[in-house]
C-alpha cells in the first residue's frame, strides 16, 4: 500500500514538474526578448487588468452607500434621499462601464500578443519536426502529429486567454474583497470567505488531478483512432484492393472505444467534481448570509452592508464557478501543450555545425571516402564504401535488394551522417556545411514520386517556389510533359490528387523531372527512377533523363541493368560492400556478379516482350473477329 501511494505521490509531483516545464516553455513566446512592442503590450494589458478589477471591486460599495441614502440612513435623510442616490447611481453606473471597458481594452491589447504566441509557437513545432532526421519520420504516426501540433496551439490559446481573463483577475478580486471585508466588518467575513474560496479551491485542484488520467487517456485513443483514419483513407485503393473496408472500420472502431470509455469516465467523473464545488459555495455563502442577517437586526450593519456582503458573494460566486471549468480546462490544455513542447524537446539527429558556411559548388564532383553506416549497430549497412564521381560523368551502383543503394541516396541528402568516413562534394565534407546548401546543389528523381495535392503548376514550381511561368513551361518542355499538360482541360491549374493519383506512373515521373530540372542543380541523383513502369515508359524517362543529365554529375542507383549501360563506372554492391566495379563491358568479361544479374534480366526481359507481343497479337485478334 505504501509502494501504491508513493507511486501516486511521484506521479503527482512528476505532473506538477510537467506543468511547470510547460508554462516555463511557454513563457519566451509572452515575452520574447526581441520585440519591445509585445512586452509593452502586456505591461499596459496587465496595468488595464489592475483598473479593471479595482472598478469591479469598488461597485458594491458604492451600491451599498446608495441603498443606505435609500433607506434614511445618516443625518439628514431628506437630503440624502433626493440629492445623493442620484449621484450615486450615476456613478454606480459609470464605474460598471469603467469595469467592462478596462477588461475588454485590456483583450484588445493582449490579443496581438497571444495570437503572435500562438503562431510562433506552432511555427516553431513545425520548423523542427522537418528538421528532424529521416529516423524519426520514419516512426512517426503522422496523424497523430497534425493532432499534437493542433491541440498544443489551441492548448496555448485556451491558457492565456483562461489566465489572463478569469483566473489571475479572479485571484485579484478575491484579494481585494477579502481585504475589504476585513477592513469595513468583522474579520470574520474575510476568514469565512476566505476559507469557502480555499476549500473550493483545494477539492477542485484534488479531483481535477484524480480525473487527468481519463483526458490522456482521451488524447491517446483520439490521435490513434485519427492515426488510423487518415492511413486508412490514403491508402484508400489498397484498401479497396482487397475489399478490407470492414476491418479498417473495426480498427477505427477499437480505438474509438477506447475513447468512449474514457470519455464516459471523464464526464462521470465531473459530475462528482461540481456537485462538490456547489456545495462547498453554498455553504460558504449561506453562513456568510446568516452572520449579515444577524448583524443587521443587532444593529451593527445596515441594509447596504447586507447588499454589499450579498454583492460581493454574487460577484465571486460567479467567476468561482467558472474557475472551476478553466482549472479543468487549463490542465487539459496544458497536457495537450506538454505533447507539443515534448515535440520542440526531440533532439534533432543531424545537425549543422555553429555559423556552418555554404556549399561551394565548382566542379559537382562526389567522392564516398570509406564510408560505413548502420541504421542500427548490431546490422551495418554500408562498409567501407569508396568511390568518386567525377564532374560531369555518370556512375551507377547496382545490386540486389538490401544491399546498401538507398541508403547511399539517403546519405548524400544527408538524412543521416555516415558513422565512419565522410561523404564530400568537392572536397568539402557534408559536415561541414549547411545542410540548406548542400541539399540545393543536388536534384532527385525518386522511384515513389509523391507529389503534393496542389496543382501541376504547383508541383513542378516546388523545385524553385520563385520560379517564374515561362521558366516552369520550359521544364516541362524538357521532360517532355509540357504538351501533356496544355491538352488538359485546366492545363497548368489541373490537379494531382492525393499523392498524385490522378496521375500515372509515368506522368508522375516526368512532372519530378520538370521539378528538379527547374530546381537547376549541380548534381542528379536517379534512385530507381524507373523501376516501377512499363518497359515503353522506361525507355521514354530514361531518354528525358540522359538529356536532362548530360554534362552534369550523375549519381544512378537502379534494379535494372539496361538503364546504366552507359554509365562511365557501374558499382556492384553486395551486403553493403563493393563486390566488382567497371564500366558495363569490363563487367561483362570478369563473368562475375554483374554478368550473372545481367543475364537473368535479359532473360526475364525476352520473356516479358514475348508476353507483351502475344498479348498484343490477341488483342488484335479479338478486335478483327468483333469487326
Not at 485556451?158 to 476585513?182: A, D, K, S
Not at 490521435?223 to 480498427?251: C, M, P, Q, W
Not at 548490431?378 to 564532374?391: C, E, M, N, Y
Amino acid at each position: 500500500m505504501r509502494s501504491m501511494r508513493n507511486r501516486t505521490q511521484e506521479h503527482q509531483d512528476n505532473a506538477k514538474g510537467s506543468d511547470l516545464r510547460t508554462m516555463s516553455a511557454l513563457l519566451p513566446y509572452l515575452w520574447p526578448a526581441d520585440s519591445p512592442d509585445m512586452r509593452m503590450r502586456v505591461l499596459v494589458s496587465f496595468l488595464l487588468l489592475g483598473l479593471a478589477k479595482a472598478a469591479t471591486v469598488a461597485v458594491p460599495v458604492v451600491l451599498k452607500y446608495a441603498v443606505d441614502a435609500l433607506t434614511g440612513v445618516g443625518p439628514d435623510a431628506t437630503t440624502v434621499i433626493v440629492a445623493v442616490p442620484v449621484g450615486l447611481l450615476l456613478a454606480y453606473g459609470l464605474i460598471r462601464v469603467l469595469s467592462l471597458t478596462f477588461k475588454e481594452l485590456q483583450g484588445a491589447v493582449f490579443a496581438k500578443v497571444a495570437e503572435r504566441a500562438i503562431r510562433q509557437a506552432g511555427v516553431r513545432t513545425f520548423r523542427h519536426i522537418h528538421a528532424l532526421a529521416l529516423r524519426f519520420h520514419l516512426d512517426r504516426r503522422t496523424g497523430g502529429l497534425s493532432r499534437a501540433i493542433e491541440r498544443g496551439t489551441k492548448g496555448i490559446e485556451y491558457v492565456l486567454r483562461m489566465m489572463l481573463f478569469n483566473i489571475v483577475p479572479t485571484m485579484l478580486e478575491i484579494l481585494l474583497v477579502c481585504g475589504l471585508l476585513w477592513g469595513m466588518f468583522d474579520g470574520w467575513f474575510a476568514a469565512i470567505t476566505g476559507a469557502t474560496i480555499v476549500a473550493y479551491i483545494i477539492w477542485t485542484v484534488a479531483v481535477t488531478e484524480w480525473r487527468i488520467k481519463f483526458r490522456r487517456s482521451m488524447n491517446d485513443s483520439d490521435s490513434e483512432a485519427h492515426t488510423k483514419a487518415i492511413d486508412s483513407l490514403l491508402n484508400y485503393e489498397t484498401v479497396k484492393y482487397f475489399g478490407n473496408e470492414e476491418h479498417e472500420a473495426n480498427r477505427f472502431d477499437a480505438a474509438m472505444k477506447t475513447y468512449e470509455k474514457a470519455a464516459v469516465m471523464s464526464k462521470t467523473s465531473l459530475s462528482i467534481l461540481n456537485t462538490g464545488q456547489g456545495a462547498i459555495i453554498a455553504g460558504g455563502v449561506t453562513i456568510i448570509m446568516i452572520m449579515a442577517g444577524y448583524g443587521v437586526t443587532g444593529g451593527t450593519m445596515t441594509i447596504g452592508d447586507f447588499v454589499l456582503v450579498n454583492t460581493y458573494l454574487l460577484q465571486l460566486y460567479l467567476p468561482l464557478n467558472f474557475l472551476g471549468s478553466s482549472y479543468r480546462e487549463i490542465k487539459h490544455s496544458l497536457i495537450d501543450m506538454e505533447q507539443m513542447f515534448t515535440l520542440l524537446g526531440e533532439e534533432a539527429e543531424v545537425e549543422d555545425i555553429a555559423d556552418a558556411p555554404d556549399l561551394q559548388v565548382t566542379g559537382g564532383e562526389v567522392e564516398f571516402q570509406n564510408v560505413s553506416f548502420a541504421y542500427n549497430a548490431a546490422r551495418p549497412i554500408l562498409k567501407d564504401i569508396s568511390f568518386k564521381v567525377a564532374p560531369g560523368k555518370t556512375v551507377a551502383i547496382v545490386g540486389a535488394s538490401g544491399a546498401g543503394k538507398s541508403t547511399i541516396s539517403r546519405l548524400l541528402f544527408r538524412f543521416y551522417d555516415a558513422v565512419d568516413g565522410s561523404v564530400r562534394i568537392d572536397g568539402q565534407d557534408t559536415r561541414d556545411v549547411s545542410q540548406s546548401s548542400w541539399r540545393a546543389a543536388i536534384g532527385i528523381v525518386p522511384q515513389d514520386t509523391v507529389l503534393f495535392n496542389e496543382t501541376i503548376y504547383y508541383n513542378i514550381a516546388y523545385g524553385r517556389p520563385n520560379a517564374t511561368p515561362a521558366e516552369i513551361e520550359e521544364a516541362a518542355r524538357l521532360a517532355a510533359i509540357h504538351d501533356f499538360i496544355t491538352g488538359l482541360p485546366d492545363g497548368y491549374q489541373s490537379t494531382v490528387g492525393e499523392r498524385g493519383l490522378k496521375l500515372s506512373g509515368g506522368e508522375k515521373q516526368r512532372v519530378a523531372i520538370a521539378r528538379t530540372i527547374l530546381k537547376r542543380p549541380a548534381i542528379f541523383l536517379f534512385d530507381e527512377a524507373t523501376s516501377s513502369l512499363d518497359t515503353h515508359t522506361e525507355k521514354d524517362i530514361q531518354e528525358s533523363l540522359r538529356k536532362v543529365s548530360s554534362g552534369r554529375t550523375t549519381l544512378v542507383i537502379a534494379h535494372r541493368l539496361s538503364t546504366v549501360v552507359d554509365a562511365d563506372e557501374i558499382i556492384v554492391l553486395e551486403d553493403g560492400s563493393i563486390a566488382e566495379r567497371g564500366n558495363h563491358s569490363e563487367l561483362l568479361a570478369k563473368d562475375g556478379r554483374y554478368a550473372a544479374m545481367w543475364a537473368r534480366q535479359q532473360e526475364a526481359e525476352q520473356a516479358r516482350e514475348v508476353l507483351e507481343h502475344v498479348e498484343e497479337g490477341e488483342g488484335e485478334a479479338a478486335e478483327a473477329a468483333a469487326e
